[in-house]
């Protein structure tokens, strides 16, 4: 497309998470236009649609992915509908941004992977923390040598509590697929080129025990051996108290980077109560920069064509950990990842 063009975008599945992207795509990026909205139960799309001065909602999907005007899709829907999504965008010539996770099979991911290189769209995911200041550095940090060679990693996601959601309308291994699935991102994009070899997965219903039968898991510990000779830890609970918490960490032969903090700001009270400060509430507070950096630099690769966001292999890769673990969990042993 012409670089003097703006990129108009649309929005499919008008969640929590695709009301907020369309509101960075109106708000915060200079470069891109919201076309169309689209999300199949009643009046969602209509609804944000008119919150933003968006001139086409509809409950078709498909509508949208003919339209010739529209470039590129952000698709927030529900995960099990991604793979599908992703490859018809791609059959349809559109850029496609994905959220996590693309798809939740190996045969899934190849298929989307494959529709957007046989269509030669680029396919962006939606591993948000590759555009958080503290891990970007961290990242840069490693690359150049300044901790050395990685032997211990660590990652780790804390949803903020309490938690209030019906377990029952979650589907079983959520904390394996969407919630650890972007710490497996983090952990092989910083273990630079090496790449993991055996997986241990340890998880339990400890918030809600009593949907444990029924195969709720809100707390998990996952190993990570990798061939480098690295071993890298992650864990998730879904009900942290004190709020919204990333954090990772890579300590190797020559020192170590520590990267996320749950605190808001540096601002620190100090009263008769003690020191306090406070934190980040929800991931929209959190990411806010880092959500905006990545539909920013997708953007700009519908623009450009130059790729600088995590793609469609990135997101298998980090499938086959997630995959790992539920197997792990299955045998209660280690996995072999061949
Ligand atoms: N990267 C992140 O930090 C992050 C944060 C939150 C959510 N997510 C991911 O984003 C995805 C959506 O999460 P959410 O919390 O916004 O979910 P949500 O349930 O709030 O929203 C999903 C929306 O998609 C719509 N939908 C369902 N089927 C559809 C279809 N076939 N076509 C179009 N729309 C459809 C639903 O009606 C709903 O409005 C999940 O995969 C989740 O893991 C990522």
Redesign the pocket.
Known sequence: MSLNNSVNVAL???????SFHAESVVYRLADANLAAI????PG?ANQLAEKLGCSFATTD?KTVLSDPDIHAVII????R??SN?VAAAAEAGKAVFC???MALTIEEANRAIDAAKSANVPLQV?F?RRWDKAFSEGHEAIANGQVGTPQLLRSLTRDPGPFGADPARIPNWTIFY?TLI?DFDTLLWLNIGAKPVEVYAVADALIRPDFKEAGHLDTAVVTIRFDNGAIAVADANFSALYGYDVRGEVFGSEGMVTMGDARRSSMTLFNSQGVSCDTFRL?AHH?LDAYTAQLASFINTVRTGEVKGPGGEDARSALKIALACIQSVKIKAPVSLG
């Open positions: 499919i599945g008008a969640g929590r998470i695709g689209a999300d199949p139960a969602t999907p927030a829907t529900p995960a509908y991604h999504l959220e996590k996770p939606g948000n969407e972007h991931d990411f």
